[in-house]
């Protein structure tokens, strides 16, 4: 904690030396951690020309058709990324936007509805939408089978050979958080596959955890690395990209949920998912709240759930590290 303690120090104290002299400074390093490192770059500001800005630092270009994986939310009252803000990075690499059906009933649980759930917030007006589950559904293989032995995933999967993981970082109400390893496991999972993760391989219809809170966990681990592997293959390629804005302690998934008492902390990217998760909580773990800018309700949320279980599963079983190098891009 020390370690991260000083990051969270050092990358304050940077913006402020920064502010000061009146300075803006592109690719400044503001902290390393110990061994070895992946990079994670930052961006305080949250505005489409800073979400494109940081995608292209990534240094990954698209190829072929590129599916950009959001969530549109549940209802009206949640808080998806916008398509205001998405609108410039989707269409800056023409991307699809690709979703999955949801396991309980509501406003994304079949393809009809979810058609209409995506019309009504806008997201259609932007870019082509792929419920890629609408139809039918696939295994991928996974490297974890501790729990699952496979992946299912959308049938439309395989029309793409680029994904951005574009996650909205945020609470949640089973995994106690929602990033970027979420996005590509329950996020990319058919409706039968979310209920494969969620019973840690019990069942693949219907809601239930027969196991262990750190069973699911693993599981959604399991399924991100399946998802990261899938598109490491020659020709794809995969980037990953959290967006910390409206950050309530419940999921996009929630139609009801909890207002964000958590002021907006910027945008952050990486190619590793584990290294680009563990950066944002410990940005919330380590946050000095004020009032009116109060981080104690996530970290509670998360630490309920034992939520960063996901993220050590995610890194002992070689999907990325926790160990990371912060870059600002401001």
């Known amino acids: 904690m020390k370690r991260n303690l000083f990051f969270t120090a050092l990358l304050a104290g940077c ?67 916008s398509p205001d ?58 490297n974890d089978s501790t729990w699952i032995h496979y992946d299912l995933v959308g049938a439309n999967l395989p029309n793409y050979d680029y994904m951005i993981n574009l996650a ?37 219809e219907g809601w239930g955890q027969p196991e262990s809170q750190d069973a699911f966990l693993e599981s959604m681990a399991a399924a991100a690395q399946a998802v990261h592997n899938y598109f490491k293959q020659p020709g794809k390629d995969i980037v990953y990209i959290n967006v910390m804005n409206n950050m309530s302690i419940d999921c996009d998934c929630n139609g009801n949920p909890s207002a ?32 009116g800018d109060d981080s104690a309700p996530l970290v509670k949320r998360i630490n309920q759930m034992h939520g960063t279980h996901t993220i050590d599963h995610a890194a002992k079983i070689g999907l990325g590290t926790k160990n990371y190098k912060i870059v600002s891009i401001d």
């Open 15 to 81: 913006f402020l030396s920064c502010a000061a002299k009146g300075e803006t400074s592109s690719n400044q390093e503001v902290a390393t951690n110990e061994g070895e490192a992946s990079v994670v770059y930052f961006t305080k500001e949250i505005t489409p020309e800073a979400l494109v800005k940081i995608y292209e630092q990534l240094g990954v270009p698209p190829t072929g058709k590129v599916a950009v994986k959001i969530s549109t939310g549940e209802s009206e009252k949640s808080y998806p990324l």
């Open 85 to 142: 803000l998405i609108k410039d990075l989707v269409q800056k690499v023409d991307g699809t936007l690709v979703e999955c059906n949801t396991l309980y009933t509501g406003n994304r649980h079949n393809g009809k509805v979810h058609r209409q759930a995506v019309a009504k917030r806008g997201y259609d007006k932007i870019a082509p939408v792929d419920i890629m589950d609408e139809d039918a559904q696939i295994a991928i293989a996974v």
């Open 168 to 204: 909205h970082f945020k609470g949640h109400q089973m995994g106690g958080f929602g990033g970027v390893l979420k996005n590509a496991s329950i996020g990319v999972a058919s409706s039968n596959g979310k209920a494969y993760i969620h019973s840690a391989g019990k069942v693949t």
């Open 260 to 291: 964000p008492v958590l002021a907006n902390m910027g945008i952050l990217a990486s190619t590793d998912p584990v290294a680009l998760d563990q950066a944002c909580v410990d940005l919330v773990f380590n946050h000095q709240s004020t009032e």
